[in-house]
């Protein structure tokens, strides 16, 4: 979860408050499963529905599913969590692979 901290401040000249709002940037991960063969891109988009329902059921903040095409017989899904919700996510659903997301 993100967090947002607020920081307040007297500043004594001016008798007023001043306050300052921090987002702590919240790390985002990509989990990647791969499917090969000839049926790969239906059965990428077919878990993305799973992916999907997932989400819907454990109430993730992020709610990002995709699917990507890397040629004839290889196809990817893929969701977006937040890096806290990582170890949950990771046991329950075994994604094949992650990495860091930056968009």
């Avoid at 989400?55 to 890397?70: D, Q, R, V, Y």
Wanted: proline share 4%; net charge positive; hydrophobic share 40%.
């Amino acid at each position: 979860m993100c967090i947002h901290a607020t920081n307040i401040n007297l500043i004594p000249h001016f008798k007023y408050l001043a306050i300052q709002y921090y987002t702590i940037m919240c790390k985002k991960i990509k989990l990647i499963w791969e499917f090969r063969g000839p049926t790969a891109e239906q059965t990428a988009k077919h878990h993305v529905i799973h992916l999907k329902d997932y989400i819907a059921i454990e109430k993730l903040n992020l709610n990002e599913t995709g699917l990507e095409i890397s040629g004839e017989f290889g196809a990817s899904a893929y969701m977006i969590i937040e890096e806290s919700d990582m170890p949950k996510v990771k046991s329950a659903l075994k994604p094949h692979r992650g990495q860091y997301y930056n968009k």
